[in-house]
């Protein structure tokens, strides 16, 4: 399967320049909490594997995009070599992440990663994969959106500006909107797009994302053997409590 973000040109680069991405204060958060091995599913340009490689850790990141993946061994290569040493990297789609005997002590899913599984089908079949490749006492992490009803109730198919005109390397600038085309209530998805303008031209990611309960999630990964050990509303792992912005899930095999 081709991902949407190779279908937009240097959309790696685009990636690591978008405000609202680099100011996402994640990155402290599973560096902390990774233990060695590591694997990320969905490690994009690298913007939490490289720091926690540079923490020590040896990682392996997994993703479907052939320009994320271009991007992350560019920013590789900017690295100290014990920390090049530390990373493999591969192109695979997360819904084919078997690693054979491959075990590790932390499996790690960042920037909801997991609601782009739209189906409880896949949703099983990832966790089921997880599960097969923790090592004793290993932890699945991850994190979804805590639902903003009034946000989804309120879409209008309007794009919405979230990142102004904006510099990159090259000397070129770019812009970014979004926009909630639909949401389908029974299935739990919004049918999102983010629009790129660089340069005069239009480009459009569209893409469906899951969201879910609180509930929900709980009796999902209990269904697929997993136990929550610890479930934040941010990531400085205050509470979740209604209005919290995340879910940030800790989970474990029973």
């Known amino acids: 399967m081709v991902s949407s973000y190779d279908a937009i040109p240097d959309f790696g680069l685009l990636y690591d320049h978008v405000p609202l991405y680099r100011e996402r204060t994640d990155v402290g958060f599973y560096v902390a909490e990774a233990k060695s091995p590591v694997l990320e599913l969905g490690c994009g340009t690298g913007r939490i594997l490289l720091p ?30 014990d ?41 099983l079949r990832l966790l089921d994969t997880v599960a097969r490749h923790l090592a004793p006492q290993g932890q699945f992490i991850f994190d979804v959106f805590n639902p903003r009803f009034d946000i989804l109730v309120r879409h209008d198919g309007v794009e919405h500006e979230d990142t102004p005109d904006t510099s990159l390397p090259d000397g070129r600038t770019f812009r970014r909107a979004y926009r909630i085309a639909r949401v389908r209530w029974l299935d739990q998805v919004s049918e999102s797009e983010l629009i790129y303008y660089v340069e005069g031209k239009r480009y459009v990611q569209a893409f469906e994302m899951r ?44």
């Open 83 to 123: 920390v090049q040493r530390r990373v493999t990297l591969h192109q695979r789609d997360m819904h084919d992440c078997d690693l054979g005997a491959a075990k590790f002590a932390s499996i790690i899913a960042p920037f909801r990663v997991f609601q782009h599984l739209t189906t409880v089908d896949a949703q």
């Open 52 to 81: 926690i490689a540079r923490a020590g850790h040896t990682i392996i990141g997994l993703d479907s995009s052939k320009q994320m993946l271009e991007r992350a061994r560019a920013n590789l290569a900017r690295e100290a070599p």
């Open 211 to 254: 969201w879910f309960l609180n509930a929900e999630l709980r009796h999902l990964l209990a269904r697929a053997g997993f136990r929550v050990a610890a479930m934040y509303g941010d990531f400085a792992r205050g509470p979740l409590v209604d209005g919290a912005p995340e879910q940030v899930v800790v989970a474990e095999i029973v």
